[in-house]
T-cell receptor
Framework: AQSVTQLGSHVSVSEGALVLLRCNYS??????LFWYVQYPNQGLQLLLK??????LVKGINGFEAEFKKSETSFHLTKPSAHMSDAAEYFC?????????????FGEGTQLTVNP | ETGVTQTPRHLVMGMTNKKSLKCEQH?????MYWYKQSAKKPLELMFV???????ENNSVPSRFSPECPNSSHLFLHLHTLQPEDSALYLC????????????FGPGTRLTVL
């Protein structure tokens, strides 16, 4: 069984500061990992995904994440936070099988950006 | 229209009502999903359809009845719901590979009175 743990349900940063959102996963097979963002009253939008190619993955809006197998982590970072980054962020691990891409999500991290 | 669309965006219903949620994807995908997103809980996968066939039902109560008439459309029929069913219902679609991304619609915010 797969699982995802997001450390910190709420993260608050100042505008221009580093954003670090933590994600640890558990998987019995090489994982495919995703970060999604959800703005208020909207669905989930893909930020980036890891599919066993480069361990450092670059996504949209200046975000990136590094896959570290030894730490079973896939933390999301952005060098300089912008007010528009305020949203909820979800880490997910994919379980491939006959049902297609079955995602297991973490509980989410609400990011607040202070002016 | 592009991507995944859902209608209605908001729905208020009584416990004795019958209503339906609609999802349509314009991405040529073969798999479609229903998720429930409740406050302070992880997203819960409800149903999975591949090529119109239901391949997964995660112990969802029978008051939720999905329907997938073709690979582009997915419905969730609702009847005799409970107040605890109030949530954001998200539809997603993907290709049938483990690495492929699920694309989400904007969701239907359901309130059961």
């Amino acid at each position: 069984a797969q699982s995802v743990t997001q450390l910190g349900s709420h993260v608050s940063v100042s505008e221009g500061a580093l954003v670090l959102l933590r994600c640890n996963y558990s998987s019995s097979v090489p994982p495919y990992l995703f970060w999604y963002v959800q703005y208020p009253n909207q669905g989930l939008q893909l930020l980036l995904k890891y599919t066993s190619a480069a361990t450092l993955v670059k996504g949209i809006n200046g975000f990136e994440a590094e896959f570290k197998k030894s730490e079973t982590s896939f933390h999301l970072t952005k060098p300089s936070a912008h007010m528009s980054d305020a949203a909820e962020y979800f880490c997910a691990v994919s379980d491939s099988g006959p049902s297609g891409s079955r995602l297991t999500f973490g509980e989410g991290t609400q990011l607040t950006v202070n002016p | 229209e592009t991507g995944v669309t859902q209608t209605p965006r908001h729905l208020v219903m009584g416990m004795t009502n019958k209503k339906s949620l609609k999802c349509e994807q314009h991405l040529g995908h073969n798999a479609m999903y229903w998720y429930k997103q409740s406050a302070k809980k992880p997203l819960e996968l409800m149903f999975v359809y591949n090529f119109k066939e239901q391949t997964e039902n995660n112990s969802v109560p029978s008051r939720f009845s999905p329907e997938c008439p073709n690979s582009s459309h997915l419905f969730l029929h609702l009847h005799t719901l409970q107040p605890e069913d109030s949530a954001l219902y998200l539809c997603a679609s993907s290709s049938l590979t483990g690495t492929d991304t699920q694309y989400f619609g904007p969701g239907t915010r359901l309130t059961v009175l």
